[in-house]
């Protein structure tokens, strides 16, 4: 290498030098140095969201009820009550290939799916707190666990006459 590499050809580079002096001229001098006045940033009050995942598990129909209610607990009830019992109530009844949505917290959303072997699939859509521990745990509760979308959930009733 002859440290040239990654700069550019020497159009770029000449071009480079004439912005760059151009800016120190008018703007004055080490203008686009990092600690120049004005180029602050002001981080008070800033929030980082972490973008929205998908995870899909497969676990037996039990092992649902068990981490809702281990979730709620690390959460400290930041869960819908109604909605986690609602959803239990509902992954019982699930007959093959009958899908069940709801929305577990302002973050947090799951699809329930049953399957033919008497599993079901959930599909855990969200971010925050409380998907993280929802992820936590079907991590270690659930037969298999993978990343990515299968279906979009639809925050509905299912079909086959599940409303």
Known sequence: MNGEEGRGGPFKRLATWIAEGIANFLLGKDVLAPDH???E???DGVEFQKPRRTIVAVMPRMQLELALTATQRRVENALDEESCREFIKRAKLLKEEQS?????????SMTLTGRNDGDLEAEVNGAGA????LCDELWGRSKEVREGAGKTPSLSAGKNGLS
């Open 37 to 39: 006045e004005g180029t």
């Open 41 to 43: 940033i002001d981080w």
């Open 100 to 108: 069940y949505a709801a929305k577990l917290s302002e973050d947090c």
């Open 130 to 133: 409380e998907f993280d521990a």
